[in-house]
C-alpha cells in the first residue's frame, strides 16, 4: 500500500510537471499562470499520497497551506496584471 | 478490501489529472485551456480525496482533506472567472 502511494505520488508529479511546457510555450501570460496553478494542484496530491504512504498527517498541514497560496497566488497575479 | 477502493479511486484521480494536463498541453485556446484546468484538476484531486478517506487514523484528518478539496473547489471557482476576464481582455 505504501509502495503503491509513493508509485502514485510520483506519476502525478511527472503528470503536472508535464504542464510546466505551458510555461515555456504559453502566448499569454495567463497560460503561464494556468501552468503554475496547475502545479500547486498537483503538488497538494502528491503530498496527500505521500501523507497516507508515510503515515506522517503533519503534511497535510503543509498541504493544506499550500492550497490557500495558491489561491492568493492566482488572485495576486490578476490584480497585478490589471494595472 | 479498503486497500482496492484506495486503489481504485487514486487511480481515477491520477487519470483525470493526466486529463487536465493534456487538456492544458493541447486545446488551442486560454479560455478552453482554463476549463480543462479547473475542472479536472478538481474533480481529479476530489477523488483522490475520496480514495484516500479510508486510510485516515481519525475523524480530523478525514476533515482536513476534505477542507483541503473544498478549497481547490473554491479556489477554482474563483479564480476562473478572473483569469478568464483578464485572458480575454488582452488577446491581441
Not at chain 2, 9 to 20: D, E, N, S
Not at chain 2, 61 to 76: D, E, P, R, T, Y
Amino acid at each position: 500500500m505504501a509502495e503503491a502511494l509513493t508509485a502514485a505520488a510520483l506519476v502525478a508529479l511527472a503528470t503536472v510537471a508535464l504542464g510546466l511546457l505551458r510555461v515555456i510555450r504559453g502566448p499569454t501570460r495567463a497560460d503561464r499562470m494556468m501552468a503554475a496553478q496547475l502545479l500547486g494542484t498537483g503538488g497538494i496530491a502528491v503530498l496527500l499520497l505521500l501523507a497516507v504512504a508515510g503515515g506522517d498527517m503533519a503534511i497535510l498541514d503543509v498541504a493544506l497551506v499550500l492550497a490557500v497560496l495558491a489561491a492568493f497566488a492566482a488572485a495576486a497575479f490578476v490584480q497585478a496584471a490589471r494595472r | 478490501m479498503s486497500a482496492a477502493f484506495t486503489l481504485v479511486f487514486v487511480a481515477a484521480g491520477l487519470l483525470f489529472l493526466a486529463a487536465g494536463t493534456a487538456g492544458l498541453l493541447r486545446f488551442p485556446d486560454a479560455a478552453t485551456r482554463l476549463h480543462a484546468l479547473t475542472k479536472a484538476d478538481g474533480l481529479g484531486l476530489g477523488l483522490i480525496v475520496i480514495g484516500l478517506l479510508p486510510q485516515m487514523p481519525g475523524i480530523t484528518a478525514a476533515l482536513k482533506l476534505l477542507a483541503i478539496w473544498g478549497l481547490v473547489l473554491l479556489a477554482g471557482a474563483t479564480i476562473g472567472p478572473l483569469i478568464a476576464r483578464h485572458a480575454t481582455e488582452r488577446e491581441p
